[in-house]
């Protein structure tokens, strides 16, 4: 129920599903005379605000926080158990129907993710991500994943693939299911930086410490931060990302997925994990 209510309720959120429907509603009300004033307004201001809010950089400053909340990781030269892989990076339905891996802007999670395996040849890679939609049951991504790294080189039999999960907070659950991490094992969490926070809340709350392992970075650094857009299309598709992932934050912790509103490196740093 969770699931199908937050996924409804923030198709009408969306900023720039938002943005759009203030615009029609203004030309609606325009239609009536009494109201033709106030509707033609409505829609000129919200037309300058979804301009203004697609071109200047507010989206990097809303990513921005959740993309530095967790450092790049450095190798320390301890021992890593095992490799965590969100989904979120494939289009399974795409992928299934072409009979190829078809990625999307996050591929970075699997092109580190193949790095990290040969970097680690011993560590376990657990794929996590199913294929629920609103309407049912989808093509499950896992599944795509782990035949592309076999096709890359990388061994099956390493290879663990979760293929139920439809949300962040179930990734951690039956990740956790699966792996049965042991007490001292390190296990590296692979997702994009702005979706690192919520990720290592809810798999702190399933009791399954990871490090993080932040990639698919939105945001430059200095200066770049501070610079407009060139499309609005590309400063709104940034501001629904944002406004989604600070959303999903304060659900979680609301819903008590996880355990702080805005989860930082210390509680992914507990039980035998560290971040440097």
């Given at each position: 129920m969770f699931y199908t209510i937050s996924k409804v309720a923030w198709?009408?959120?969306?900023?720039?599903?938002?943005?759009?429907?203030?615009?029609?509603?203004?030309?609606?009300?325009?239609?009536?005379?009494?109201?033709?004033?106030?509707?033609?307004?409505?829609?000129?201001?919200?037309?300058?605000?979804?301009?203004?809010?697609?071109?200047?950089?507010?989206?990097?400053?809303?990513?921005?926080?959740?993309?530095?909340?967790?450092?790049?990781?450095?190798?320390?030269?301890?021992?890593?158990?095992?490799?965590?892989?969100?989904?979120?990076?494939?289009?399974?339905?795409?992928?299934?129907?072409?009979?190829?891996?078809?990625?999307?802007?996050?591929?970075?999670?699997?092109?580190?993710?193949?790095?990290?395996?040969?970097r680690y040849p011993k560590a376990r890679i657990l794929i996590s991500g199913g294929g629920g939609t609103v309407f049912g049951d989808g093509a499950a991504e896992a599944?795509?994943?782990?035949?592309?790294?076999g096709s890359v080189g990388i061994d099956p039999s390493r290879i663990l693939v979760e293929e139920r999960s439809r949300t962040t907070s179930e990734n951690a659950v039956f990740s956790r299911d699966l792996a049965k991490p042991r007490e001292g094992e390190r296990w590296l969490l692979v997702t994009s930086a702005w979706h690192m926070p919520r990720a290592v809340g809810v798999f702190e709350k399933a009791g399954f410490p990871v490090t993080s392992y932040p990639v698919d970075f939105r945001t430059g650094g200095g200066g770049n931060n501070h610079r407009p857009f060139?499309?609005?299309?590309?400063?709104?598709?940034?501001?629904?990302?944002g406004a989604k992932e600070w959303a999903g934050l304060i659900g979680y912790y609301a819903t008590n997925r996880t355990p702080r509103l805005f989860p930082g490196p210390q509680a992914s740093a507990s039980g035998g994990s560290a971040n440097r």
């Open positions: 198709f009408f959120a969306t900023p720039s599903n938002l943005l759009i429907s203030l615009i029609l509603l203004g030309l609606i009300l325009a239609l009536f005379k009494r109201l033709r004033s106030f509707g033609i307004g409505m829609s000129l201001v919200v037309t300058l605000a979804t301009i203004a809010l697609g071109l200047l950089p507010i989206a990097s400053y809303i990513l921005l926080p959740l993309e530095e909340r967790f450092p790049p990781f450095r190798d320390d030269g301890k021992p890593v158990d095992g490799i965590v892989l969100l989904g979120g990076s494939v289009e399974a339905a795409d992928s299934a129907s072409r009979g190829m891996i078809v990625s999307n802007e996050s591929a970075e999670r699997v092109l580190d993710t193949i790095e990290l395996a040969h599944p795509i994943i782990a035949a592309y790294l060139a499309f609005v299309s590309e400063g709104l598709r940034r501001l629904d990302l």
